[in-house]
C-alpha cells in the first residue's frame, strides 16, 4: 500500500529550464516531508524538509507544502546536467519511530 | 563522502545462501534504518533500531531476514536462504533521534541473487 506517491515517473528539462516534481502522502498522520536525492550508484542525500504551510526557498531550490492537501512539491530553476538524479519524497510522523516512508522517485534528466 | 560506513559494496550470492552485510552508523547517531531499494528505485523500508532495541520491522524481516546493531560493534542484516527476489540495493542509514529527524545514508550493499 503506497503512502507516498510521486509524479511524474521521469521528467526531461533543457538546462537553464525549470523543472517542477510533485509529491502526495495518504497518510493523513505525516507532518513532515523530506526530499532527497540520489545520483546513479550513490547513496541518497537530504536536500530540503518542510513541515509548515507555505514555500522554502535554498538557493536554485523551492519546496512548497500545502498541509491540507498532504501536496508538496520541489522546484528547481535554472537546471544543470548535475540535478540528473533520482529525487525521492519522503514523509514521516513525529512518532517514535522515526521511520519515513519513501516514494517511487522522479527521474529528472537535464539536458545540456 | 558518506559517514556511514556499509560493507561490503558489492555481494554475490546463489539461491539458498545466507547473504549479509554490516553498516557502522554515523557516530553520535543512536537510530539505524535498513531500506531495500529495487531495481525500479521503489524502496521499502525494513527494520530500524535505537541503540540495540528493534523499533520496527516489517513482516518480511521477521521470516527470513535477521538484524541486530550489537554495542561496540556494527550493525547487520542478514538473509538465511537468499532468493532471487532479494536482489536489491540495501541502504543503512542512521539519524540524531526519532522525531522527523533526517536520515544520513550509506552508499549501500548491492546483493545479486543468481
Known amino acids: 500500500q503506497q503512502k507516498v506517491q510521486q509524479s511524474p515517473e521521469s521528467l526531461i528539462v533543457p538546462e537553464g529550464g525549470m523543472a517542477s516534481l510533485n509529491c502526495t502522502s495518504s497518510?493523513?498522520?505525516?507532518?513532515y516531508f523530506w526530499w532527497y536525492r540520489q545520483h546513479s550508484g550513490k547513496s541518497p542525500k537530504m536536500l530540503m524538509?518542510?513541515?509548515?504551510?507555505g514555500e522554502k526557498e535554498e538557493g536554485r531550490f523551492t519546496v512548497h507544502l500545502n498541509k491540507a492537501s498532504l501536496h508538496t512539491s520541489l522546484h528547481i530553476r535554472d537546471s544543470q546536467p548535475s540535478d540528473s538524479a533520482l529525487y525521492l519524497c519522503?514523509?514521516?510522523?513525529?512518532?517514535?519511530?522515526?521511520?519515513?516512508?519513501f516514494g517511487d522517485g522522479t527521474v529528472l534528466t537535464v539536458k545540456p | 563522502n558518506s559517514k556511514v560506513i556499509q560493507t561490503p559494496r558489492y555481494l554475490v550470492k546463489g539461491q539458498g545462501q545466507k547473504a549479509k552485510m554490516r553498516c557502522i552508523p554515523e557516530?553520535?547517531?543512536?537510530?539505524v534504518f535498513w531500506y531495500q531499494q529495487n531495481k525500479n528505485n521503489e524502496f521499502k523500508f525494513l527494520i530500524n533500531?535505537?541503540?540495540?532495541?528493534?523499533?520496527?520491522q516489517i513482516d518480511m524481516t521477521e521470516k527470513r531476514f535477521s538484524a541486530e546493531c550489537p554495542s561496540n560493534s556494527p550493525c547487520s542484516l542478514e538473509i538465511q536462504s537468499s532468493e532471487a527476489g532479494d536482489s536489491a540495493l540495501y541502504l543503512c542509514?542512521?539519524?540524531?533521534?526519532?522525531?522527523?529527524?533526517?536520515?544520513?545514508f550509506g552508499h549501500g550493499t548491492k546483493l545479486s541473487v543468481l
Open positions: 557516530k553520535g547517531h543512536p537510530v
Open positions: 497518510d493523513r498522520n505525516v507532518d
Open positions: 519522503a514523509a514521516s510522523r513525529g512518532t517514535n519511530t522515526g521511520k519515513l516512508t
Open positions: 533500531f535505537q541503540n540495540q532495541e528493534v523499533l520496527q
Open positions: 524538509s518542510i513541515f509548515s504551510n
Open positions: 542509514a542512521s539519524s540524531l533521534g526519532l522525531s522527523n529527524e533526517r536520515l544520513f
